[in-house]
């Protein structure tokens, strides 16, 4: 019987040799040579911006773990080399093992957002945040049925439909207020997103959720023990956690762990996702709210249940998520210009807006909208410190050119929002908070039209562009106005002086970065 099996195991070891070896020769070939060709390929072309060295299996995930390791936003680099990549098209950037194409110029903005959704459209990606909803409209490719979806989200959340959640809005911020006591810190971020995921899961879900908002459950954390959290608790752990798998730098290493889920955090934070998904399709199932958004969805759509459940987890986590790190970054540059603060809560008075105003009664859509200075500010936190420094994934389904240089069927591109919110020839002064650059009466926008010959509406990004921006941006505004108008009016803060003057502070998404403001009530 031995010198049977002798022959077979020694069959099966050189085959398992052989498989080993062709395996080698496979991860060299995607983590040296595919991204090394890519890299070579471009730096002929003088509008294509390359990085001097090429780093292999980290790519530009090295810049990201160097910020962290200097105590700096994940994404600071990006700003710091915005001096360097304003006078280009495109950018070569290698995400671990993955060759990738950001476009930098509003004229290669232009061109791209000319080519979707036939040409250039959404890539599909199994990653970060887009791991959580593989189903959603956010990983699809352009279809009738997703247009008429993401149409159909967006008409329930324009403005004349947004204005009937004001009242709710309202009732999640003074719920946020008496949960505060004079002379405490607090860690804003936690309650920035606390408020904005309590408003849309009522929004989304109507008057049924609050059956969930005290109900606790247990979940193993990413610290390693088990702690009891409801349900915005857990969303906003799940969140954080896949969207620091996506600047792990495993994820791009080793894809295999990341797409099975076979190691941690990977399999912990998956269990932790079915387990909220579990207890959301549950709530839906008894839900009776005919006015709430999900009824109306699914009501109204053509979609499977499933992809319209992840539409709907896509708008409560990124919806909340990027509406919450807006207004902690307003919260924080108000703070770090006194006198932009000092002019928000004038502004705010002059149009009768008080601690002592009848929120519910004085604030309507007439009023918000009157509220321009506050608009300013918005929108300068949001090309400060962007929520998101690159967009999603797209791809080419053809050969394009794009700014005159080829580009083959299959590439990745993403759209880099960060580093084109601070290019001097789009920009005056970029690294300043300025609102007044986005007063088309004041005297510094007048002088940035003269300086600036690049700048455009392609210069801002944090909604993106094309035929897949942001359907949410209509209830982002009126949102964030309504929760930062109430917390300026009825609490001072403030922000140790060291925080206020460090180097690298941002709040975008995977920040690690923790904004700990003392509280007194007015």
């Known amino acids: 019987v031995k010198m049977e099996l002798t022959p077979i195991f020694s069959k099966l070891l050189r085959y398992t040799i052989m498989f080993f070896i062709?395996?080698?020769?496979?991860?060299?070939?995607?983590?040296?040579?595919?991204?090394?060709?890519?890299?070579?390929?471009f730096k002929k072309y003088n509008n294509v911006h390359v990085n001097k060295y090429f780093i292999p299996l980290l790519g530009d995930l090295y810049y990201h773990v160097k910020d962290m390791n200097a105590g700096r936003v994940h994404y600071h680099h990006?700003?710091?080399?915005?001096?360097?990549?304003?006078?280009?098209?495109?950018?070569?950037?290698?995400?671990?093992?993955?060759?990738?194409?950001?476009?930098?110029?509003?004229?290669?903005?232009?061109?791209?957002?000319?080519?979707?959704?036939?040409?250039?459209?959404?890539?599909w990606e199994y990653k970060g945040l887009t791991k959580c909803v593989p189903e959603g409209f956010i990983n699809a490719r352009t279809t009738t049925k997703t247009h008429e979806q993401r149409k159909l989200f967006t008409s329930l959340l324009n403005l004349n439909q947004a204005s009937k959640y004001t009242s709710g809005m309202i009732d999640c911020c003074e719920e946020l207020l008496d949960s505060m006591k004079s002379g405490e810190t607090y860690d804003f971020m936690f309650h920035m997103n606390a408020i904005t995921f309590n408003i849309l899961t009522n929004v989304l879900f109507g008057d049924d959720v609050k059956e969930l908002r005290t109900k606790k459950e247990l979940f193993p954390t990413p610290e390693g023990d088990t702690r009891e959290m409801n349900l915005c608790e857990g969303m906003l752990m799940v969140a954080n956690s896949f969207l620091f798998q996506l600047i792990n730098p495993i994820t791009t290493m080793f894809p295999f762990i990341n797409k099975y889920d076979l190691i941690n955090p990977y399999k912990r934070d998956r269990e932790n996702h079915l387990h909220l998904n579990d207890m959301l399709k549950s709530l839906i199932a008894k839900s009776k709210d005919t006015k709430s958004v999900s009824y109306q969805v699914f009501r109204d759509s053509n979609c499977t249940k499933n992809e319209i459940f992840e539409d709907l987890v896509t708008f409560m986590v990124a919806g909340s998520e990027t509406s919450a790190r807006t207004m902690v970054s307003m919260l924080y540059y108000m703070k770090k210009n006194p006198e932009i603060l000092a002019k928000a809560r004038q502004e705010l008075k002059e149009h009768g807006i008080t601690r002592q105003s009848d929120f519910r009664k004085d604030i309507d859509m007439n009023l918000l909208q009157n509220l321009e200075y506050m608009t300013c500010v918005i929108k300068e936190a949001l090309r400060m410190d962007s929520p998101t420094f690159e967009s999603f994934t797209y791809t080419n389904y053809d050969d394009v050119k794009i700014c005159n240089v080829p580009i083959e069927k299959g590439t990745i591109f993403k759209i880099d929002i960060c580093s084109a919110h601070f290019y001097e020839n789009c920009w005056l002064r970029p690294k300043e908070f300025v609102p007044e650059r986005f007063d088309m009466d004041s005297e510094f926008y007048k002088e940035s039209k003269?300086?600036?010959?690049?700048?455009?509406?392609y210069s801002r990004r944090a909604f993106s562009h094309g035929k897949r921006a942001c359907p949410g941006q209509t209830l982002a505004y009126l949102e964030i106005k309504i929760i930062v108008a109430y917390i300026i009016t009825h609490i001072d803060y403030d922000v140790d002086e060291e925080f206020l003057n460090r180097h690298g502070i941002g709040f975008g998404l995977g920040s690690q970065i923790i904004p700990k403001f003392k509280v007194t009530k007015i």
């Open 22 to 41: 062709a395996y080698v020769i496979y991860l060299l070939y995607i983590a040296l040579v595919k991204p090394l060709v890519f890299w070579f390929k």
């Open 78 to 123: 990006k700003i710091e080399q915005a001096e360097e990549t304003k006078d280009y098209d495109l950018k070569v950037k290698l995400e671990g093992l993955n060759p990738i194409i950001l476009i930098e110029s509003n004229k290669a903005l232009e061109e791209f957002v000319a080519l979707q959704p036939h040409i250039i459209d959404r890539g």
């Open 450 to 457: 003269k300086a600036c010959p690049d700048m455009s509406n």
